[in-house]
């Protein structure tokens, strides 16, 4: 079965200070692909980054960083120079390839103090 | 992009009635379509996964007399949710996978309410 783990529920960043988020994952299946989405209040489902399980490198988009340690099975988000706007609720989640389903975290919700 | 249209974005329905939520893929054919539940301050929840002009596969625990999944057409699948009692109340989202293993088109979700 897989698992997706988030253990901070709530985070509080100054503004244009960088953030992590936690995420860690549990799978037996070799192939798979790890997801950060950005749900603000609308309820809307923002995709942010993704990884591969046989990237090499860390998937970057801009502000946005996927910290990837495979041996020890966590995807941490990255944000950069935070803004206000990035105050919403973060998921983390897995997709076995070809399959496109998520198992999504718990989520964690980030607040940018000005 | 690829949009996928969610409708309606609110219901308030009293209970014992039953609500359609619909979600349509505006400009490709979705053979395949998710849906999730979303308790509030809570995470995603697969339901079910619906494939066009079959049965709908339902996860673990989820009700299929309660939550019927129709998906009728490449563009269209539909959520009922039948004989509503206020523990339904949630918000529910759907998605269509896309032609890569990164795209995945959400609808824009329904919230609903059961007084």
């Known amino acids: 079965a897989q698992k997706i783990t988030q253990t901070q529920p709530g985070m509080f960043v100054q503004e244009k200070e960088a953030v992590t988020l936690d995420c860690t994952y549990d799978t037996s299946d070799p192939s798979y692909g790890l997801f950060w989405y950005k749900q603000p209040s609308s309820g809307e489902m923002i995709f942010l980054i993704y990884q591969g399980s046989y990237d090499q490198q860390n998937a970057t988009e801009g502000r946005y960083s996927l910290n990837f340690q495979k041996a020890r099975k966590s995807a941490n988000l990255v944000i950069s120079a935070s803004q206000l706007g990035d105050s919403a609720m973060y998921f983390c989640?897995?997709?076995?390839?070809?399959?496109?389903?998520?198992?999504f975290g718990s989520g964690t919700k980030l607040n940018v103090k000005p | 992009g690829a949009v996928v249209s969610q409708h309606p974005s609110r219901v308030i329905c009293k209970s014992g009635t039953s609500v359609k939520i619909e979600c349509r893929s505006l400009?490709?054919?979705?053979?395949?379509m998710f849906w999730y539940r979303q308790f509030p301050k809570k995470s995603l929840m697969l339901m079910a996964t619906?494939?066009?002009?079959?049965?709908?596969?339902?996860e673990q625990g989820v009700e299929k007399d309660k939550f019927l999944i129709n998906h009728a057409s490449l563009t269209l699948s539909t959520l009922t949710v039948t004989s509503a009692h206020p523990e339904d109340s949630s918000f529910y989202i759907c998605?269509?996978?896309?032609?890569?293993?990164?795209?995945?088109?959400f609808g824009q979700g329904t919230r609903l309410t059961v007084v």
């Open positions: 998605s269509a996978p896309g032609g890569a293993v990164t795209e995945a088109f």
């Open positions: 400009d490709f054919q979705a053979t395949t």
């Open positions: 989640a897995m997709t076995l390839y070809n399959f496109n389903k998520f198992y």
């Open positions: 619906s494939n066009e002009g079959s049965k709908a596969t339902y």
